[in-house]
T-cell receptor, first 113, second 112 residues
Framework: GESVGLHLPTLSVQEGDNSIINCAYSNSASDYFIWYKQESGKGPQFIIDIRSNMDKRQGQRVTVLLNKTVKHLSLQIAATQPGDSAVYFCAEGSDTGRRALTFGSGTRLQVQP | ETGVTQTPRHLVMGMTNKKSLKCEQHLGHNAMYWYKQSAKKPLELMFVYSLEERVENNSVPSRFSPECPNSSHLFLHLHTLQPEDSALYLC???????????FGPGTRLTVL
């Protein structure tokens, strides 16, 4: 079936460096993609989203890139801070049919001081 | 805080117990969701309610029974659960026409 998956289970970076978290998806019909951050003991928190007709979107210290040719999504975090340590999930959704997201397995980001 | 609350935050129950999880939002959202998050699996969708009507039941065993009495409240009734049902149960809601889902903090469920 269709699935969304993450390449790396754990990413360790130094404070101040840039982080790149990757995600591969298989449903070419998805209309939008969302990145969530989940800290220990909390529910997933929205970071940024991107529609399928875009290839880049920027937020505060974060950038999401979408490459539909290779079905790849990435989240770039600039000047990574200790507070960025969490598990990051990508998710995909469709404007038609069920209103639900399909989540990837998650990448743990560890920021070393 | 997302504005989505869940109670209880932690629950320990035996396999013969009956309990209920509660989710509440006053954000004006018209869709609500239950997800299951276990240690080594991605977030799994369980149920979707849109305008208080169940529109998705993602092959969930009947020992999980959802209820959506109004657009602000969502329940998950649990009975005769199995130890493998131990997980974090997350509730989410989304606004009309919106892509983003807002998640609650979850209920950590342990079935003994």
């Amino acid at each position: 079936g269709e699935s969304v998956g993450l390449h790396l289970p754990t990413l360790s970076v130094q404070e101040g460096d840039n982080s790149i978290i990757n995600c591969a998806y298989s449903n070419s019909a998805s209309d939008y993609f969302i990145w969530y951050k989940q800290e220990s003991g909390k529910g997933p928190q929205f970071i940024i989203d991107i529609r399928s007709n875009m290839d880049k979107r920027q937020g505060q210290r974060v950038t999401v890139l979408l490459n539909k040719t290779v079905k790849h999504l990435s989240l770039q975090i600039a000047a990574t801070q200790p507070g960025d340590s969490a598990v990051y999930f990508c998710a995909e959704g469709s404007d038609t049919g069920r209103r639900a997201l399909t989540f990837g397995s998650g990448t743990r980001l560890q920021v070393q001081p | 805080e997302t504005g989505v609350t869940q109670t209880p935050r932690h629950l320990v129950m035996g396999m013969t117990n009956k309990k209920s999880l509660k989710c509440e939002q006053h954000l004006g959202h018209n869709a609500m969701y239950w997800y299951k998050q276990s240690a080594k699996k991605p977030l799994e969708l369980m149920f979707v309610y849109s305008l208080e009507e169940r529109v998705e039941n993602n092959s969930v065993p009947s020992r999980f029974s959802p209820e959506c009495p109004n657009s602000s409240h969502l329940f998950l009734h649990l009975h005769t659960l199995q130890p493998e049902d131990s997980a974090l149960y997350l509730c989410a809601s989304s606004p009309p026409g919106g892509d983003e889902q807002f998640f609650g903090p979850g209920t950590r469920l342990t079935v003994l």
